[in-house]
């Protein structure tokens, strides 16, 4: 085996999630939330590796591993999870290495667990399907299972039910992130939503949803993190084809026709803007 396969075998990105489009139509009495969305998935993100080793264990590192615990991570979960089902007692040594914000809204542990299940899959030769891999997953969270097949797909309920979207709109477009380095609770924000039905997800192609869409959280995360405004004012500037908030924020994007055109509005945002992260990337 060559050294490239080798590397290919043994990580696996944890794509970094956007929500298209976010609508909110009741609270449950759970604790969840019925919604509509339609998650889409850049082609950056996270790197989870996988050593042999005695048990399951794992190591963080990062621009963002400051303060995440190595015991008490969705990555473990995952990978014990996966274990427990499969049967498997072959140990795994698990790295992490955090490129995305924590609290950000762009799948960050929901999107690590996926690719730790994905990973995994993999290193343990068990040959599970995307679709039994994302089942594993539910109990991990709300978004895991769209983050398992990080491809396309609109999600319902509480974002569990997908349906793939196949030849779909967006990969000849490029998306900035922007997020203002302040972590925000989904809990939180879910709880600041005013309770108001303001009607179903539209039809039609991804992008056609998306800018016919809203998301229902963007109002609540704004009265609670202000800078928000100012995020989405600078994108709106760069004149992208959409702009808007990401899941429960406080990440904005923007996509844009071109890498060139994302990579022009980020230096816009870094300009007007200190203390912010950036990211650019193409659809998968």
């Not at 399951?56 to 590192?61: F, H």
Request: net charge negative; proline share 4%.
């Amino acid at each position: 085996m060559s050294d490239s396969n080798l590397v290919m075998t043994n990580e696996e990105t944890a794509y970094a999630k956007i929500n298209l489009a976010l609508h909110v139509r009741k609270r449950l009495p759970d604790g969840y939330h019925q919604i509509e969305t339609i998650f889409a998935f850049l082609d950056q993100g996270d790197v989870i590796s996988v050593e042999p080793g005695a048990g399951v264990t794992l190591e963080i590192s990062g621009q963002f591993s400051e303060g995440l615990s190595r015991t008490d991570n969705l990555v473990l979960q995952a990978a014990q999870r996966l274990a427990e089902l499969s049967g498997v007692t072959q140990g795994a040594r698990l790295h992490l290495d955090k490129r995305l914000p924590v609290a950000s809204g762009i799948g960050g542990g929901s999107a690590d667990a996926a690719a730790t299940l994905r990973l995994l899959n993999r290193y343990w030769g068990l040959d599970h399907s995307l679709a039994a891999l994302a089942d594993v997953a539910k109990p991990l969270g709300a978004d895991v299972p769209a983050c398992v097949h990080s491809e396309t797909c609109r999600g319902t309920g509480i974002g569990q039910d997908l349906a793939i979207i196949a030849g779909d709109d967006l990969r000849n477009h490029a998306a900035l992130l922007i997020n203002p380095l302040v972590g925000v609770s989904t809990a939180d924000i879910f709880a600041a939503w005013d309770g108001v039905d303001r009607g179903a997800l539209g039809d039609g192609s991804p992008m056609e949803i998306a800018r016919n869409g809203r998301n229902d959280l963007q109002k609540p995360a704004v009265a609670l993190v202000p800078i928000l405004t100012d995020m989405l004012q600078l994108l709106d500037e760069s004149q992208p084809v959409m702009a808007q908030m990401s899941g429960s924020g406080a990440t904005c994007f923007a996509l844009f026709d071109t890498l060139d055109a994302a990579a022009a509005a980020e230096r816009h945002c870094r300009k007007a803007m200190d203390n912010i992260w950036t990211m650019i990337g193409e659809f998968r």
